[in-house]
DNA sequence: CCCGAAGATGTTATAGAGTAACATCAAATG
DNA sequence: CATTTGATGTTACTCTATAACATCTTCGGG
């Protein structure tokens, strides 16, 4: 056995994922990898991106249906997600102590987490100071 | 103006998360509202589910493409959503306090928080009880 | 009362996300 | 070599969600 190493699909969707600054849909990265291979399908993608979530190189992004390759570092956890909804970027923000929160507070009423999802919509620095200083609607 | 009030059918489809002991997909709501309604397309599911939504009076799960009723209680703030992998129940967990730690942890770095979304996946009090005693796979 | 604007709702069609089922291939084992 | 087992290819489908446009309703101004 021991064939869960990653291949060179694997690779390139991973490294796809890298390059991109905001998350891609499976069928994103079904079309990117038609360049290269003309004839492949869904199937592979999802086998693929189940393949690199279980070695902790990439993440679900639930409230997007999309897919954000993982830092380096941290390479198992989850991260707490900010996702802009202006320029739509993803920041992963390792707080720890967090997830350790929300996992404390479920646990407190009797049940037995196992794998929390944990997403902020909003926007990123740089889209807020674009556009708050104007401020529209205030009543 | 002012027709945000809600309608027959609205409250219907209400009534059904209420029943329910499991989160229910638009499309169990439209098999289910057939019954009085034979022509009604999902569209209208849609957007009755998001007039309710605003109103604070259903949730939508995102990690199940799925929608619970909210108790009548805190009418307009997101819970922590505790979802039993098992028996698909989900536990709305009044936690103000670890919301306000996830909206903290993204501010501090620098981003501007506005709906966060916390679900946590695993099993409740019921189903741990019933299937970890036999404790299987241990190596 | 008539008319137009604005919103709600109906209707049709389609896009987008994900998986089931089965065929085929490749490697390991003895 | 023959068998088995897991990976991959292939087809077809289910489920989720929205776009686009038609129709109807409500309401205020003329
Ligand atoms: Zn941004
Ligand atoms: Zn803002
Ligand atoms: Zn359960
Ligand atoms: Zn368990």
Redesign the pocket.
């Given at each position: 056995?021991a064939?869960?190493l990653l291949?060179a699909r694997d690779m390139a969707l991973h490294a796809c994922l890298c390059a991109a600054s905001r998350p891609l849909?499976?069928?994103d990265l079904l079309d990117a990898r038609r360049a290269a291979e003309p004839?492949?399908?869904?199937?592979?993608i999802?086998?693929s991106l189940t393949k690199l979530e279980k070695a902790g190189l990439v993440q679900r992004v639930a409230t997007l249906?999309?897919w954000i390759a993982r830092p380096p570092k941290l390479p198992a956890e989850p991260s707490v997600l900010a996702i802009c909804d202006s320029c739509g970027a993803v920041e992963q923000v390792a707080e720890a102590g967090v997830i350790q929160a929300v996992t404390d507070a479920v646990t407190r009423s009797g049940f037995h987490p196992n794998r929390p999802v944990i997403e902020v919509h909003g926007h990123c620095t740089r889209c807020e100071s674009e556009t708050d200083p104007i401020r529209s609607a205030p009543r």
């Amino acid at each position: 056995m021991a064939a869960n190493l990653l291949n060179a699909r694997d690779m390139a969707l991973h490294a796809c994922l890298c390059a991109a600054s905001r998350p891609l849909s499976a069928y994103d990265l079904l079309d990117a990898r038609r360049a290269a291979e003309p004839r492949i399908a869904p199937t592979a993608i999802y086998r693929s991106l189940t393949k690199l979530e279980k070695a902790g190189l990439v993440q679900r992004v639930a409230t997007l249906n999309a897919w954000i390759a993982r830092p380096p570092k941290l390479p198992a956890e989850p991260s707490v997600l900010a996702i802009c909804d202006s320029c739509g970027a993803v920041e992963q923000v390792a707080e720890a102590g967090v997830i350790q929160a929300v996992t404390d507070a479920v646990t407190r009423s009797g049940f037995h987490p196992n794998r929390p999802v944990i997403e902020v919509h909003g926007h990123c620095t740089r889209c807020e100071s674009e556009t708050d200083p104007i401020r529209s609607a205030p009543r």
